[in-house]
């Protein structure tokens, strides 16, 4: 962590008055800071606010919005809500895991790619839907392997894992 980190994070308590009751509102800060909470910057939260390490760290551990690991550089997120799941959303996760080599829901995915789920994107009438690196893919031909991997590749996704390229969808 940066000493600009650092002096954030601290400034960051200080605004809070460095209330113990302030945790999970600091703990979300510091995420958007630095994309996730690290070791170092849970410690330095714990100090600042005068609780016990295993307090802070164990709320960043319960609330599932809260990432313990550095992001990976490239994110894709799969709808599986209703519309999408009816239009073969879950075909599209495991396409989207042999494609990638990556399981769904797996935050340190392959190093550069994961891939997570998501309830709803808000866009059921295109159905089904992917988000690449934040930008929205829809009406994915999840029957046509072939078409799929070509709007995989339009939407910047890398070549297939080779297992991928290998195995019928």
């Not at 940066?2 to 945790?23: F, H, K, N, V, W």
Request: proline share 7%.
């Amino acid at each position: 962590m940066t000493p600009s980190i650092q002096e954030r994070i601290a400034r960051l308590i200080r605004q809070q008055g460095g209330r113990g009751d302030a945790l999970i509102e600091v703990l979300h800060q510091v995420q958007e800071l630095e994309g996730y909470l690290s070791p170092t910057s849970l410690r330095q939260v714990a100090k600042g606010l005068g609780l016990p390490l295993s307090r802070v760290q164990g709320v960043a551990s319960f609330y599932h919005l809260f990432r313990l690991e550095a992001p990976t550089p490239h994110r894709c997120a799969v709808c599986l809500g209703t519309a999408c799941f009816v239009k073969g959303g879950a075909d599209l996760a495991k396409a989207l895991e042999r494609y990638l080599g990556v399981r769904l829901d797996d935050a340190a995915g392959n190093g550069t790619w994961a891939l997570q789920h998501v309830s709803c994107l808000g866009a059921c009438g295109q159905a089904p839907v992917l988000v690449v690196d934040g930008a929205m893919q829809t009406h994915l031909p999840v029957d046509h392997p072939d078409a799929l991997q070509q709007r995989f590749a339009i939407a910047g996704l890398p070549e297939p894992v080779a297992s991928a390229a290998q195995e019928p969808w």
